[in-house]
């Protein structure tokens, strides 16, 4: 099951305010679940690629954001007491418009090479070769005694 943990940062900078409310509402959209400040695990059935791809258009240029697929061991202590069962409740889904990942997509030039290509032809089967003939037996010459 693949479980993401999102994890972001936003820099104070000098003095300019951003609002991160967008960012907050699709999280709770997507039922991810806030473990520490500026940490949450989601639960997709994406790349990690199209996961941060999908979160990055929240945030700002500013920002710094992580989204790691999370391995099947894992230990935990803090504030939040229910990641066990957030991860039993929460299957993954796909994101709604999450970007395709273009490491999973061919590039351009080859995706449009093979569209102009002509489909390739079934190869036609060859007639089966009918095995040699036979020579008639020669014929036994009697003996003459």
């Known amino acids: 099951m693949p479980i993401f943990v999102i994890t972001f940062d936003a820099p ?4 300019k305010q951003h609002d991160y409310t967008p960012f907050a509402k699709e999280l709770a959209a997507q039922k ?3 473990i520490q400040r500026g940490t949450f695990l989601g639960s997709f059935h994406n790349t990690a690629t199209q996961v941060h791809n999908h979160f990055r258009k929240f945030l700002h240029n500013i920002d710094s954001l ?3 697929e999370m391995v099947q061991h894992y230990a935990y202590t803090g504030k939040a007491k229910n990641i066990a069962k957030w991860l039993e409740l929460n299957p993954p889904a796909k994101l709604p418009s999450a ?3 273009p490491a999973a997509q061919p590039a351009p030039e080859t995706a449009k090479a093979e569209e102009s290509k002509p489909a390739a032809k079934p190869a036609a089967k060859k007639p089966a070769k009918a095995p040699p003939a036979k020579a008639p037996p020669a014929k036994a010459k009697a003996k003459a005694n």
Not at 12 to 15: K, P, S, V
């Open 66 to 68: 992580l989204v790691n």
């Open 12 to 15: 104070n900078a000098a003095g």
């Open 32 to 34: 991810c679940l806030q």
């Open 99 to 101: 970007p395709a990942d």
